[in-house]
């Protein structure tokens, strides 16, 4: 059965098992905090950023989950320089123009910070001539840094990032740093293809069937094959035929039997 684990990523951890960086200053990762073998993460969340994180030992789950074709809704807990107003919330909605072209669609409105938000180690920067609010931003798209790119095109850089739900799944009752086991779901879609027969167990068979039939009969089980069966009977008004009469029937049947007549001798 798989196995579906969510995970609160705190700040500053690689959302991988193993660091490829410097070996002098090993970098904190996801082997930091879940010791279970064969999980892998279904979709990335930068190192600067933190919240949920969904890891399955399921291929076909980890695409489910993470392939952009599947259109699967992230929600993320923006905290932004400045104020938004209605037509920065707009364009976040409608689409921003990015460097790899126009973001689409999404969901973007304004909130108060989110109940029992945690600490963040380091803290944010914050300036005290400048402040800050909260934006709830759904996508369904996964660009690199996207969010980042999407709020600094609005004139509102984001000084901190959380991701609060994958699809139905969210952060509810999970502490930073923490993971828990989900009951993994009914991936949609159709069946997994049958396998493919064996066609050389099937050319066997075939083979030895044609063998089997293709023997010619044993003389002593000519009388066994036909014992229990009568011969055809006659037609109760009819007298049976004499062997005569068979022979002339079977000679007149045949025309090309039927003898010519004699010509005359020449005298």
């Known amino acids: 059965m798989a196995r579906l684990i969510r995970f609160n990523k705190p700040f500053d951890v690689l959302p991988q098992f193993t660091d490829r960086g410097s070996a ?17 993460p279904a979709g990335r969340l930068d190192r600067d950023s933190e919240g949920l994180m969904l890891l399955t030992d399921q ?18 807990w923006v905290q932004v320089e400045g104020t938004p107003d209605a037509a920065s ?22 909130i108060d910070q989110p109940d029992g938000l945690w600490a963040r180690t380091p803290p944010i920067r914050v300036r005290k001539s400048i402040p800050d609010s909260w934006i709830a931003l759904t996508l369904t ?26 699809g139905a799944w969210t952060l509810e009752g999970l502490p930073s740093g923490t993971w828990e086991d989900l009951e993994p779901p ?4 159709p069946p997994r293809p049958k396998p ?23 003389k ?30 079977a000679k007149s049947a045949d025309p090309r039997k039927a003898r010519s007549p004699k010509k005359p001798r020449k005298i």
Request: charged letters at 25%.
């Open 141 to 166: 798209e996964g660009r690199n840094r996207q969010v980042r790119r999407m709020t600094a095109a609005v004139g509102h850089p984001t000084l901190r990032l959380i991701r609060a739900a994958i």
């Open 24 to 40: 002098d200053s090993p970098r904190a990762t996801l082997s930091d905090w879940i010791d279970v073998p064969g999980v892998y």
């Open 196 to 218: 493919a027969p064996n066609r050389q167990a099937i050319a066997r068979r075939k083979a030895r069937h044609a063998s089997g039939s293709s023997k010619p009969q044993a």
């Open 59 to 76: 291929g076909r789950l980890q695409s489910w989950i993470s392939d952009p074709k599947h259109k699967m809704a992230k929600t993320y």
């Open 186 to 189: 009914r991936i949609p879609g």
């Open 89 to 110: 919330l707009r364009a976040l909605a409608e689409g921003v123009e990015l460097k790899d072209g126009l973001t689409r669609p999404a969901k973007a409105r304004l």
């Open 220 to 249: 002593g089980d000519a009388n066994a094959t036909v014992t229990g069966s009568a011969k055809p009977a006659c037609a109760p008004n009819s007298p049976p035929s004499s062997p005569t009469q068979k022979t002339r029937r």
